[in-house]
């Protein structure tokens, strides 16, 4: 009874809004049709229009692909505290971060469409036409836990809102077992994504027993860096509350992810340097270059530079629990892992080839074009999402169905930010 209306509802608060917004919306629109036509030029004349050869096979699009992943799985850092151990900060901006995978997975799909050339060769992987052959195969693996985390983080969230604006609290029996499944789903996309590259004997460079613990803690320094930015810029612009308590713990998190993550880095560097093997002439190339090779060395420099100043910012307690400090440090480490995971990790792992030949790689306008398209996409996919979420979880969006309570209560925001004049009716049943 409740769902015609709650469709609607959601197509008018994502429609709706002022003129900052419809600007938002309308500069990423113009981004995502820029990245279709380059797309569209990849698909007349072929990956031959990207940097990427027959050398350097994965490019610009899969490093962003394995750097996405990990900005999926963070969200269980919300998921588990917030439904399971029943943290009330978390409980305030968990419906955010699973918007923040929603959006994460969508783009991953796609970086991972447009890096097979031609979309239609992908029917070979759907079950009943072509031969998925799970589960021999690490990328069959990798489509079913993409694909059914992206289910999960849709169906559990819906549930939850349609509850609210049906005026029913969620069922936890219904919603709360899988839950836990989450949980355990975030962290397998991302080992499985780590695995994928692992399992590749002639690629030296990805031949560690550390990438998968590095591929979590990378993830869950990414992830609530991008969430603590998020809930901000949402507490500032919107009536929505977020308890201050909820960015200290995010940053806290973000915090010891950070060193953990620049432990197994120095790990890494002490493995390839300390005694170098010819093993390690893909590390040579990333962080000193060969010769008068050097495309890649300024990126990891300055990756490297950005985790180690965000890293020390977070680690100054008065720095961390100032937004004024918190923001900058958060995008600073946000960045940083994005060039250390994306292109510091993937393409290095292709130079020198098997035998030797060193072919550098540097992307076209056509990667770069799609490459901004689908993150305009995965923006506007993650705009929509909170807007839908806002006005049913501030009480302004409900089903005209509902019969007026008996009572209602004011709720005050528990921010110290907050006005006295800052209420809303709440509901008793």
């Known amino acids: 009874m409740h769902v015609k209306p709650f469709l609607l509802s959601a197509l008018s608060s994502a429609t709706s809004g002022g003129r900052r917004y419809h600007v938002w919306m309308g500069s990423l629109t113009l981004i995502i049709l820029v990245g279709a036509y380059a797309y569209s030029v990849q698909l007349r004349y072929g990956l031959g229009v990207t940097g990427m050869s027959d050398h350097v096979s994965w ?68 079950p009943g036409i072509g031969h998925l052959n799970w589960p021999r195969s690490l990328l069959a693996w990798d489509v079913i836990v993409l694909n059914g985390y992206l289910a999960l983080n849709l169906i559990i969230p819906f549930y939850i809102l349609y509850s609210h604006y049906a005026g029913r609290t969620p069922d936890k029996k ?86 953990v993550n620049l432990v197994m880095l120095i790990s890494e560097l002490f493995y390839k340097f300390y005694w170098p093997t010819e093993h390690g002439i893909n590390a040579r190339y990333l962080f000193l270059g060969l010769g008068e090779h050097h495309a890649l060395v300024p990126w990891i420099w300055t990756a490297i530079a950005l985790n180690v100043l965000a890293t020390v910012a977070l680690m100054i307690h008065p720095v961390r629990r100032n937004p004024r400090w918190l923001m900058p440090a958060c995008a600073t480490l946000f960045v940083g892992i994005w060039i250390e995971k994306g292109i510091g990790l993937v393409i290095p792992g292709f130079i020198p080839s098997p035998l030797g030949e060193i072919v550098e790689y540097t992307p076209t306008w056509v990667e770069l074009c799609v490459t901004a398209g689908i993150w305009a996409l995965g923006l506007f996919v993650l705009t929509v999402l909170v807007r839908v979420a806002l006005p049913i979880e501030l009480g302004e969006a409900r089903s005209p169905y509902l019969e007026p309570g008996p009572t209602t209560r004011v709720v005050r925001p528990r921010s110290t930010r907050a006005r006295h004049d800052d209420v809303r009716p709440v509901r008793t049943r």
């Open 174 to 259: 219904k919603y709360l077992p899988w839950m836990y499944v989450a949980v355990m789903w975030a962290v397998s996309i991302h080992l499985v994504t780590a695995f994928l590259l692992a399992g590749l004997p002639a690629r030296p460079f990805w031949n560690t027993a550390l990438l998968g613990p590095r591929f979590l803690a990378s993830a869950f320094t990414a992830g609530p860096a991008f969430v603590i930015v998020l809930l901000w810029f949402i507490r500032r612009e919107t009536r929505y509350d977020i308890a201050d308590g909820t960015f200290a713990k995010l940053a806290l998190v973000t915090t010891v992810a950070a060193q």
């Open 59 to 126: 490019g610009l699009y899969i490093s962003n692909f394995t750097f996405l992943v990990g900005l999926a799985a963070a969200a269980v850092i919300l998921v588990l505290p917030a439904y399971i151990l029943e943290d009330v900060d978390f409980s305030q901006a968990v419906l955010m971060a699973e918007a923040v995978a929603v959006a994460a997975l969508v783009m991953c799909l796609s970086f991972v469409v447009v890096d097979l050339g031609n979309p239609l060769g992908s029917w070979h992987l759907m």
